[in-house]
């Protein structure tokens, strides 16, 4: 790659980039449509061609080595592409414009110079709707200066590679690239002194041989038994060819050393070795592949004696309903047919709802991983993989905000934190964060969070910290000593934490300093105006009209929103914007040094490397669809697909950190064991905290994450609920599972499989993308039609298109779990070093993230995440569902993550309405699951559609929970009379009930407090949310009306003399609070006639007042924590909730006098005065 810079007083900088070869083919010109920068076609064992790394070389031993200055460049017949990057000028850049300038030189020789890895992380990347994609580099303190500052700088002339730890005594300091040509080419000679180096070994991973005593002492001699089991042992290999597969079991060949070059590890005496043993004194040759057989995940179904009956009482549950409903209806109330009709129309529609949640629930199953055998699979040394690398697949993750106001940077920086922290490969993982406000406040927040990393991450890795979000660790009241070993953790536990209260002090304090610095910036744009304005002879008095403008600290406009909302700079109105904070880490590990005053932690034993974060502000327009957060996460997955490409994706949102550390592993043990090549997400459950002890609302909602979601784990997989979720790449693009089954017949008893991913595919469902396997031979008019399509699917970038099955190949399983008929990977080869980040990739990141990119394609329709409904997360995992995918729930032992959830009375009715919303849409929709695929099983199909459903249940709830107060009011009742038969049903039904309540805790492990909980606030969301979305959807598809909801707020965490749970007590004015507040009125009002009524009657008639006050009761204690909610901290309720209330109070209450007045009507209303 060849960059022309351009000096302080110029403003173009063409960036020219290497297609890296004519295997590429031709690419079109143009910035849309860069060169891929991957290919499988060139190597098997990487989808990376070895042949297009920029500016690395191949070296002897087969690794790449930087190129210095003084070697000159090979021809290479390929072509070239040309990006023009803006870059204005300013102040700034006149200092560094030699570091930054150019990476070629003015020789003859054309020599060339590697890339600086700061100018991609110093430099923000702007462009998009008819606007040049430009680069303004914003950072100055390049991170060269801070290496040469450290002393950690290769001595080789030419390279600036950070150095490892000396090799030789003298204490030249070398890189890991010179290091091996050294050793390989020079003799292995050190160039500072010239002495041999004392160890000349291939790699740093080689331990040295340290002999005690024990192995110096000589073995005893076989005995006859011994020597037959050798002679068994030898025959091993007659049992193989001369030529063996690449997926040879080498572990079998141990034992052949043992005649050559003696015990060695093959035959391991049993105590040890001691003389005289005997044949006794051995132990049989252990099983070296039994470990690497072991799977990574294993199912525990749910014990046979809590199952089974639960399974029983569900029946005899639906049986008792059914002779109940029967009895109902044949035994009509004569005297209130009415009151009849409307209770047993509830309860029939009642009974069906309970049905479809009731079903999907018979097969509940749990999980577990063995993180130990991943570990040993991809990340222990091989045959292919002899340094140990990690073979692991890459993972990006994608955290999303939109309003800086109400998600503060303080919450998202910690989520930040805990990203860039987790216990998952440097180089493997990448972090993207999507800004949809465009905030010049969260792009700084992120900038922080950077700088903040280089201390807490390494601090996190040394001391084995959990949590590693530093706001909950430093947070925790409890002993933080605990466990902990080494001398130094206290004194850096310290400093971290000064360096954190500093850090939180700096969040606080960026939106005076951005105001403070923007006004500053305005008023000398002000007065320069005003001068150039009397230069012009114009008269001052006239007013002048400036934008306000939001500035960035270099002096220069932030191209997203400004705090003045302006034309090219508002909320809706933006550029796009890409910046990569942390540029992608080195291959190797990068110690650090001992503290000092530079360094706050000593590092010399912990990787200080940190992965690839990048800032992402997607482009806005007036007049496109944005999509809200679906669309932010769609130009996140292209922005990724171009800048890291990993196979997978884990969508968090910005209030929810990982709490577990290697919660990245345990999805990929489900991923990457046998059959993991037909899942399409793991859904981890979500874990609030911030919650109330007694969790009046049911913020916690565990009766849906630990017996629903476990449930529909045992079915076709969990349903993704919009965060916490690991994807396969592949999958959210659309394309198929590479197996799947089809359900015919009743029920869906019948099936047939289906093998998806074949060279040809005779019929395709409309919704249906089938990936080819890589290395057959397709027909060649196949492959055109596919080439063709591809545009009209993903879009016009090519870049796009060629990372698709780089991202498919490298999401695979190995080969030896791959199944008949299928191809996987081997082994090893993703332990490779990652492609560096350059101007041209940024540039085409810009283009897939503009305002019109997605026209005239699949996204959002077929690919990435659902457009069209407020719940798109539910659509998105439906989508997957139907094509035959399958996806896993993970519950982990210590939680993978963890949250905030609105404590409000106000904001967690929104919360619900905005859910039940969603859900309208879906019943409305082509996503309703009655159109489902045959892909779909039949009680997965009864779980989507319950989800369509549950809503409409609310109409019947009002009604239902009104009739208790209409019975007291008229003296009648649902049934002429409680009779034996009606209360032996009704008994059955609540018996069952308890049961059932019973048996899902023990299989679930939720208390019985969270059970009542949920039950409790079914009602409350029923009474008050439901409705309201029932009326949204429905004229949204009547009417059109479209339908806006308002971004939840998250609260940062209150100070130490604050509330925790403040929030808990604010009432806050909603219409939704009307219906239940009106229904308690409305009973408690009925209870007080009843009673008087039957107290004060000739005729009293106990049973329909024990009848009627019993359903009172059972409305009123279910909405007791709304009551209590209402009340607030003082016991206060809003004087509006009551005028509405008795407002609908009075007006039932006339309704009802006026439908069925009193019997004497005339007497009661005429008054006398004596």
Same mark, same amino acid.
């Given at each position: 790659?060849?960059?022309?810079a351009?000096s302080?007083?110029?403003s173009?900088?063409?960036?020219?980039?290497?297609?890296?070869g004519?295997?590429t083919?031709?690419?079109s010109?143009?910035?849309?449509?860069?060169?891929?920068r991957a290919?499988?076609?060139?190597?098997?064992n990487?989808?990376?061609?070895l042949g297009?790394?920029?500016?690395?070389r191949?070296?002897?031993?087969?690794?790449y080595?930087?190129?210095?200055k003084?070697?000159?460049i090979?021809?290479i017949?390929?072509?070239?592409?040309?990006?023009?990057?803006?870059?204005?000028?300013?102040?700034?850049h006149?200092?560094i414009?030699?570091?930054q300038?150019?990476?070629s030189?003015?020789?003859?020789?054309?020599?060339?110079?590697k890339p600086?890895?700061?100018?991609?992380?110093?430099t923000?990347?702007t462009?998009g709707?008819?606007?040049?994609?430009?680069?303004?580099?914003i950072d100055?303190?390049l991170?060269?200066?801070?290496?040469?500052?450290?002393?950690?700088?290769?001595g080789m002339?030419g390279?600036?590679?950070?150095a490892i730890q000396?090799?030789?005594?003298?204490?030249?300091?070398?890189?890991?690239?010179c290091?091996?040509d050294c050793?390989?080419?020079?003799?292995?000679?050190?160039?500072?002194c010239?002495e041999?180096?004392?160890?000349?070994?291939?790699g740093?991973?080689d331990?040295?041989?340290?002999r005690?005593?024990a192995?110096?002492?000589?073995?005893?001699l076989p005995?006859?038994?011994?020597?037959?089991l050798?002679?068994r042992?030898s025959?091993?290999k007659s049992f193989?060819?001369?030529?063996?597969?690449?997926d040879f079991?080498?572990?079998?060949?141990?034992?052949?050393?043992?005649?050559?070059?003696g015990y060695?590890?093959?035959?391991?005496?049993?105590?040890?070795?001691?003389?005289?043993?005997?044949?006794?004194?051995?132990?049989?040759?252990?099983?070296f592949?039994?470990r690497?057989?072991?799977?990574?995940t294993?199912k525990?179904?749910?014990s046979?004696a809590i199952?089974?009956?639960?399974?029983l009482?569900i029946?005899l549950?639906?049986?008792a309903?059914g002779?109940?409903?029967?009895?109902?209806?044949?035994h009509?109330?004569r005297?209130?047919?009415?009151?009849?009709?409307?209770?047993?129309?509830c309860?029939?529609?009642?009974?069906f709802?309970w049905?479809?949640d009731?079903?999907?629930k018979?097969?509940p199953?749990?999980?577990?991983?063995d993180?130990?055998?991943?570990?040993?699979?991809?990340?222990?040394?091989?045959?292919?993989?002899?340094?140990g690398r990690?073979?692991?697949?890459g993972?990006?993750?994608?955290?999303?905000?939109?309003?800086?106001?109400?998600?503060?940077?303080?919450?998202t920086?910690n989520?930040?934190l805990s990203?860039?922290?987790?216990?998952?490969?440097?180089?493997?993982?990448?972090c993207?964060?999507?800004?949809?406000g465009?905030?010049?406040?969260?792009?700084?927040?992120l900038a922080?969070?950077?700088?903040f990393?280089?201390?807490w991450?390494p601090?996190?890795?040394k001391?084995n910290?959990?949590?590693?979000n530093?706001?909950?660790?430093?947070?925790?009241?409890?002993?933080?000593?605990?466990?902990?070993?080494?001398?130094?953790?206290?004194?850096?536990?310290?400093?971290?934490k000064?360096?954190?209260?500093e850090?939180?002090?700096?969040i606080?304090s960026?939106p005076?300093?951005?105001?403070?610095?923007?006004?500053?910036?305005n008023?000398?744009?002000?007065?320069?105006a005003?001068?150039k304005q009397?230069?012009?002879?114009?008269n001052?008095?006239?007013?002048?009209?400036l934008?306000?403008a939001t500035?960035?600290?270099?002096?220069s406009?932030w191209?997203?929103?400004w705090a003045?909302?302006?034309p090219?700079?508002?909320?809706?109105?933006?550029a796009g914007?890409?910046q990569?904070?942390?540029a992608?880490?080195?291959?190797?590990?990068?110690y650090?040094?001992?503290?000092?005053?530079?360094?706050?932690?000593d590092?010399?034993?912990v990787?200080t490397?940190l992965?690839m974060l990048?800032? /992402? *502000?997607r482009?806005?327009r007036? %007049?496109?669809d944005?999509n809200?957060k679906? $669309?932010?996460?769609?130009?996140l997955? &292209? +922005?990724?697909?171009?800048?890291?490409?990993?196979p997978?994706?884990?969508n968090l949102?910005?209030d929810?950190?990982?709490?577990?550390?290697l919660?990245?592993?345990?999805?990929?043990?489900?991923m990457?064991?046998?059959?993991g090549?037909?899942?399409?997400?793991?859904?981890?459950?979500?874990?609030f905290?911030?919650?109330?002890?007694?969790?009046?609302?049911?913020n916690h909602n565990?009766v849906?994450?630990? /017996? *629903?979601?476990?449930?529909?784990d %045992?079915l076709?997989?969990?349903?993704?609920? $919009?965060?916490?979720?690991v994807f396969? &790449? +592949?999958?959210?693009?659309?394309?198929?599972?590479?197996?799947?089954?089809?359900h015919?017949?009743?029920?869906?008893r019948?099936?047939?499989k289906?093998f998806l991913r074949?060279?040809k595919?005779?019929?395709k469902?409309?919704?249906?993308?089938?990936?080819?396997?890589?290395?057959?031979?397709?027909?060649?008019?196949?492959?055109?039609i596919?080439?063709?399509?591809?545009p009209?699917?993903?879009?016009n970038?090519?870049s796009?298109a060629?990372s698709?099955?780089?991202?498919?190949?490298?999401g695979?399983?190995?080969q030896?779990?791959?199944?008949?008929g299928?191809?996987?990977r081997?082994?090893?080869s993703?332990?490779?070093p990652?492609e560096p980040?350059?101007?041209?990739?940024?540039?085409?990141?810009i283009?897939?993230?503009?305002c019109f990119?997605?026209?005239r394609t699949?996204?959002?329709k077929r690919v990435g995440?659902?457009?069209?409904?407020?719940?798109?997360?539910?659509v998105?995992?439906?989508?997957?569902?139907?094509?035959?995918?399958?996806?896993?729930?993970?519950v982990?032992?210590?939680?993978?993550?963890?949250?905030?959830a609105?404590?409000n009375l106000?904001?967690?009715?929104?919360?619900?309405?905005?859910?039940?919303?969603?859900?309208?849409e879906?019943?409305f929709?082509?996503?309703?699951?009655?159109?489902?695929?045959?892909r779909?099983k039949f009680?997965?199909?009864?779980?989507?559609?319950?989800v369509?459903?549950y809503?409409?249940t609310?109409?019947f709830l009002?009604?239902?929970?009104?009739?208790?107060?209409?019975?007291?009011?008229s003296?009648?009742?649902?049934?002429?009379s409680l009779?034996?038969t009606?209360?032996?049903?009704l008994l059955?039904?609540?018996?069952?009930?308890?049961?059932l309540?019973?048996?899902?805790i023990k299989?679930?492990?939720?208390?019985?407090?969270?059970?009542?909980?949920?039950e409790q606030?079914w009602?409350?969301?029923?009474?008050?949310?439901?409705p309201?979305?029932?009326l949204?959807?429905?004229?949204?598809?009547?009417?059109?009306?479209d339908?806006?909801?308002?971004l939840?707020s998250?609260?940062?965490?209150p100070?130490?003399?604050d509330?925790?749970?403040a929030e808990l007590y604010v009432?806050?004015?909603?219409?939704?609070?009307?219906p239940?507040?009106?229904?308690?009125m409305v009973?408690s009002i009925?209870?007080?006639?009843?009673?008087?009524?039957?107290m004060y009657?000739?005729f009293?008639q106990?049973?329909?007042?024990?009848?009627?006050?019993?359903?009172?009761f059972?409305?009123?204690?279910?909405?007791?924590?709304?009551?209590?909610?209402?009340?607030?901290?003082?016991g206060?309720?809003?004087t509006?909730v009551f005028?509405w209330?008795?407002?609908?109070?009075?007006?039932?209450?006339l309704?009802?006098?006026?439908?069925?007045?009193?019997s004497g009507?005339q007497?009661?209303m005429k008054?006398?005065?004596?």
């Amino acid at each position: 790659m060849v960059k022309t810079a351009a000096s302080p007083t110029s403003s173009p900088v063409t960036i020219t980039v290497s297609s890296g070869g004519k295997e590429t083919g031709s690419r079109s010109m143009g910035l849309t449509s860069p060169v891929p920068r991957a290919s499988i076609a060139n190597n098997p064992n990487s989808p990376s061609p070895l042949g297009s790394r920029g500016n690395r070389r191949a070296s002897s031993g087969g690794r790449y080595c930087s190129m210095s200055k003084d070697e000159p460049i090979e021809e290479i017949n390929s072509e070239f592409v040309s990006y023009t990057v803006h870059i204005p000028p300013t102040p700034d850049h006149q200092s560094i414009s030699a570091s930054q300038t150019s990476l070629s030189e003015d020789g003859k020789d054309g020599l060339k110079l590697k890339p600086e890895r700061s100018f991609i992380s110093g430099t923000i990347f702007t462009g998009g709707f008819n606007s040049v994609t430009r680069g303004h580099v914003i950072d100055c303190s390049l991170e060269r200066p801070e290496t040469v500052k450290s002393g950690l700088v290769c001595g080789m002339k030419g390279c600036d590679e950070k150095a490892i730890q000396g090799k030789c005594e003298c204490g030249f300091k070398i890189c890991r690239d010179c290091y091996l040509d050294c050793v390989g080419s020079g003799g292995g000679h050190c160039p500072g002194c010239k002495e041999p180096y004392k160890d000349v070994s291939d790699g740093d991973d080689d331990e040295d041989e340290v002999r005690s005593e024990a192995e110096d002492q000589a073995l005893p001699l076989p005995s006859m038994a011994d020597f037959k089991l050798d002679k068994r042992l030898s025959l091993v290999k007659s049992f193989k060819g001369q030529n063996h597969s690449p997926d040879f079991d080498h572990t079998r060949w141990l034992f052949e050393t043992k005649g050559t070059y003696g015990y060695g590890n093959a035959v391991w005496p049993k105590d040890g070795y001691g003389v005289g043993s005997g044949a006794n004194g051995f132990e049989h040759p252990p099983d070296f592949g039994e470990r690497s057989k072991r799977p990574l995940t294993r199912k525990v179904g749910v014990s046979a004696a809590i199952l089974s009956p639960y399974r029983l009482i569900i029946i005899l549950r639906l049986v008792a309903l059914g002779f109940f409903l029967t009895w109902r209806i044949r035994h009509p109330n004569r005297d209130a047919m009415w009151l009849w009709g409307m209770s047993i129309t509830c309860e029939l529609w009642f009974a069906f709802s309970w049905l479809l949640d009731q079903l999907p629930k018979l097969c509940p199953v749990n999980r577990l991983t063995d993180l130990s055998v991943l570990k040993e699979r991809f990340e222990s040394p091989n045959l292919r993989n002899p340094k140990g690398r990690s073979d692991l697949p890459g993972i990006d993750v994608f955290v999303s905000t939109a309003d800086p106001e109400k998600e503060p940077p303080l919450v998202t920086a910690n989520t930040i934190l805990s990203i860039l922290a987790v216990d998952y490969p440097v180089e493997k993982l990448a972090c993207y964060l999507s800004d949809d406000g465009g905030s010049l406040l969260t792009f700084e927040a992120l900038a922080e969070t950077a700088s903040f990393a280089r201390i807490w991450v390494p601090f996190c890795r040394k001391h084995n910290i959990e949590p590693r979000n530093p706001e909950a660790y430093f947070g925790q009241k409890r002993d933080f000593l605990k466990n902990k070993v080494r001398l130094d953790f206290v004194r850096e536990r310290r400093r971290v934490k000064r360096e954190y209260d500093e850090f939180k002090v700096r969040i606080n304090s960026l939106p005076e300093s951005i105001r403070r610095r923007s006004d500053a910036y305005n008023a000398h744009e002000e007065l320069r105006a005003k001068k150039k304005q009397m230069e012009m002879g114009g008269n001052l008095s006239d007013p002048m009209k400036l934008p306000k403008a939001t500035w960035m600290s270099d002096g220069s406009h932030w191209p997203g929103t400004w705090a003045s909302a302006e034309p090219d700079h508002s909320k809706g109105d933006h550029a796009g914007i890409i910046q990569a904070m942390l540029a992608p880490p080195n291959a190797e590990p990068v110690y650090g040094s001992e503290a000092d005053g530079d360094n706050l932690i000593d590092t010399t034993e912990v990787d200080t490397r940190l992965p690839m974060l990048v800032y /992402v *502000s997607r482009e806005k327009r007036p %007049g496109y669809d944005h999509n809200k957060k679906a $669309g932010a996460m769609n130009a996140l997955v &292209r +922005t990724s697909a171009i800048m890291s490409n990993g196979p997978f994706i884990l969508n968090l949102d910005c209030d929810h950190y990982i709490y577990n550390s290697l919660a990245l592993r345990e999805g990929m043990c489900f991923m990457l064991d046998r059959g993991g090549d037909r899942i399409c997400y793991v859904q981890f459950p979500q874990r609030f905290e911030g919650i109330d002890p007694n969790d009046r609302y049911a913020n916690h909602n565990t009766v849906f994450f630990d /017996v *629903s979601m476990r449930a529909l784990d %045992g079915l076709q997989g969990p349903m993704y609920v $919009g965060t916490g979720c690991v994807f396969r &790449r +592949t999958a959210l693009y659309g394309f198929s599972p590479p197996r799947a089954t089809e359900h015919h017949g009743w029920f869906g008893r019948r099936k047939i499989k289906l093998f998806l991913r074949k060279p040809k595919v005779t019929k395709k469902a409309e919704d249906e993308i089938v990936l080819p396997i890589n290395g057959e031979h397709n027909d060649d008019d196949d492959a055109d039609i596919e080439s063709l399509l591809l545009p009209k699917r993903f879009g016009n970038s090519t870049s796009l298109a060629a990372s698709i099955p780089v991202a498919e190949y490298q999401g695979r399983l190995l080969q030896d779990l791959q199944g008949k008929g299928n191809q996987g990977r081997p082994a090893g080869s993703l332990a490779v070093p990652r492609e560096p980040l350059d101007a041209a990739t940024v540039a085409e990141a810009i283009s897939v993230i503009s305002c019109f990119y997605e026209d005239r394609t699949e996204w959002g329709k077929r690919v990435g995440w659902i457009y069209g409904s407020v719940t798109e997360d539910v659509v998105t995992g439906y989508r997957m569902h139907n094509r035959g995918w399958r996806s896993v729930y993970c519950v982990t032992k210590r939680d993978a993550f963890r949250g905030t959830a609105p404590i409000n009375l106000t904001d967690r009715l929104h919360q619900v309405l905005r859910w039940a919303t969603g859900s309208v849409e879906i019943f409305f929709s082509r996503n309703n699951a009655l159109f489902a695929s045959r892909r779909m099983k039949f009680l997965q199909r009864i779980a989507y559609f319950n989800v369509g459903m549950y809503p409409f249940t609310s109409m019947f709830l009002l009604v239902y929970c009104i009739l208790p107060a209409v019975s007291l009011f008229s003296g009648q009742f649902i049934v002429q009379s409680l009779s034996v038969t009606f209360l032996i049903f009704l008994l059955t039904i609540t018996i069952t009930l308890c049961l059932l309540a019973i048996l899902e805790i023990k299989w679930s492990g939720i208390t019985l407090h969270d059970w009542w909980r949920n039950e409790q606030f079914w009602l409350i969301g029923g009474t008050s949310a439901h409705p309201a979305a029932v009326l949204q959807g429905l004229l949204k598809v009547i009417a059109g009306v479209d339908i806006s909801f308002t971004l939840t707020s998250k609260s940062a965490t209150p100070d130490d003399g604050d509330d925790e749970f403040a929030e808990l007590y604010v009432v806050k004015w909603s219409f939704l609070m009307v219906p239940p507040v009106t229904i308690m009125m409305v009973n408690s009002i009925a209870i007080a006639v009843g009673v008087a009524r039957t107290m004060y009657s000739p005729f009293p008639q106990w049973s329909k007042l024990f009848g009627g006050v019993f359903f009172s009761f059972w409305v009123l204690s279910h909405l007791y924590p709304f009551a209590k909610g209402l009340m607030g901290r003082r016991g206060k309720v809003p004087t509006i909730v009551f005028v509405w209330s008795g407002l609908l109070s009075i007006i039932i209450s006339l309704l009802w006098v006026y439908i069925s007045p009193p019997s004497g009507r005339q007497d009661y209303m005429k008054f006398q005065f004596p």
